[in-house]
């Protein structure tokens, strides 16, 4: 279990080992207690300059998708790694499937979102509801557009119960190293 | 000769032996007779809409570059040829290496036009030259940046005499539909 664990998180013998005490030999409660440490401990390398990584491509349908994506981490090391050069197919993969729009919300533009809730306004305009609750509906489905137009928020398509930033997370924290979607392109043919 | 002639440009076995007879049964002389019919062929056929095709992708240096691109055609029986196939793995491996900015010099946005002529005016000023000679310096300076920065108008890397438009005419000629570059994305690790 601990060689397992290890793998996983990519955690030191005395982490895994206090992580097991700490869940009471529960692998599961184990692994969160791991992942959040990990969490932690990335936190603080956000800052640190992701410039290293790959860029991959994935083509679909027999040439009628295609994606192009950067993927960056802080060393060529960590960029020759399988792992890393796995997580690089399967994002172009998912994008191919997913057609996300942005990297994440924050790549959204302002006027994209002013449109979003002009939209959601005259959907709910008439429905007699107070603007509290209005507010909140609408505030619901910028967060479902999110969802649908971002890829780091998007549902993997092979593990709907995981969101891409999740993947990105787990890989972050087995390799130790900042793991970035720097950009994407997807063609659609004709589209 | 014939067969030579017909499979290099797609012609009839009628126009093949005419051309010979115009060209004194010079094969380059036929040739360019040929492609030349073909062309004009071909600009009636520019308003035909192209929209079929493939989406091709090349990853370069490992994984340091990569590029991606869709070539356009107007059926899916042409889409579907080695030729045409081969076509898209050749533009995606020129982007990859060439780095080009724009598909066309159509596509310069105005603006980059007008400051690209402010750096060449700054560069020649001073220089004593007649206003006519820097309009025509300045003229050939932008020639060459359309050169450099737009795809059609590169030298093909793997074969510097031929432009990246002439591939694509003699594509054109060659499949008797009308082929275009529709877009391409090109990213390098960190740039």
Redesign the interface.
Known sequence: MIKELRELTGAGIMDVKEALNEAGDDRDAALDILRKKGMAKLAKKADRVA?????????HAG????????L?CETDFV?RTADF?NL?KELALHIAAANPLYVSRDDVPEEVIAKEMEIYKEQSAGSGKSEDVMQKMMEGKLEKYFEESCLLEQPFVKDSEKKISDLISESTAKMGENVQV??F?R????N
């Open positions: 410039k290293e990584g790959i860029v991959e491509s994935y083509i040439g009628r998708i295609g994606a192009l994506v950067e960056n960029a050069q690089a720097r950009r392109a063609f659609m043919l004709g």
